[in-house]
């Protein structure tokens, strides 16, 4: 069996592959073909993009063509890249699927500009007539993740962080989107004491107690997903290569 997914509050270092193994755990289970990525600009989300291009590349190198007991291909997964606003943020999906050359017959990124943080007839009117009918994941990683920038504007942040109004849209009729995999943070927890951990699991036993806003923000986000069928997942560390990051920050 998969098990029980993460549990809010109280998962551990999880990164970019965690993200990419839920979808691919949810594409097998849900058959799903069209998934909507958001903060697709984003740090987080460039490199989820850059994860469906290179993990569908590599499954097109496995050519079956001359073996009959193989199955078929399976169709094409969409990712519909949502983003607020990014100078060239087409030409920059585009510059990374011409790097896996093999994607094509495994993945189509489609990306669609919108503001989440809008009200639902801006949401409707923004994405009703690009999205399909039927939407089977959503990849939510879009956030003001800078806690200085969220205490400075708490409503901002809040509209950001908890966008409302989007999963209204996506979870409703016609779409009815089954699976959300979000990100909660460790800000949710005050962090003025050691954390008491199952150590089998790596869960925290702590009831959560934000500090600031940005924490506050995450535990609403939490809180409100868990009563529309969703799955948080923790993260303390998020590194990668893409852009100004911090591994080419060490080296620098």
């Excluded at 989820?48 to 094409?76: A, K, R, V, W």
């Excluded at 989440?116 to 003001?144: K, N």
């Excluded at 924490?215 to 948080?232: F, N, S």
Aim: hydrophobic share 35%.
């Amino acid at each position: 069996g998969l098990g029980a997914p993460p549990k809010p509050s109280g998962t551990h270092a999880h990164n970019t592959n965690t993200i990419l193994h839920s979808t691919i755990i949810i594409i097998v289970i849900m058959n799903a073909r069209h998934i909507v990525l958001t903060g697709a600009s984003g740090y987080l989300g460039q490199h989820i993009i850059h994860s469906f291009l290179m993990s569908s590349n590599n499954d097109n190198d496995n050519d079956h063509s001359n073996n009959d007991n193989q199955p078929s291909q399976p169709p094409i997964v969409v990712l519909h890249a949502l983003y607020s606003s990014h100078v060239d943020f087409d030409r920059r999906v585009q510059d990374y699927a011409a790097k896996f050359p093999n994607n094509n017959e495994n993945v189509e990124i489609r990306t669609h500009q919108v503001d989440l943080t809008t009200s639902a007839d801006g949401i409707e009117s923004a994405l009703s007539s690009s999205l399909p009918p039927r939407i089977e994941a959503c990849l939510h990683v879009a956030a003001r993740a800078n806690p200085n920038a969220c205490q400075n504007d708490p409503d901002g942040s809040r509209a950001v962080n908890v966008p409302t109004a989007f999963f209204r849209f996506l979870t409703t009729s016609p779409r009815q989107c089954p699976w959300i995999v979000a990100l909660s943070t460790d800000h949710v927890y005050a962090g003025d004491e050691p954390p008491n951990v199952v150590e089998e699991t790596g869960d925290s036993t702590d009831a959560p107690r934000p500090i600031n806003v940005y924490g506050q923000t995450k535990l609403e986000l939490e809180r409100y997903l868990m009563d529309h069928i969703a799955t948080p997942t923790g993260t303390t560390t998020v590194i990668g290569f893409l852009g100004s990051n911090f591994l080419g920050a060490l080296g620098a």
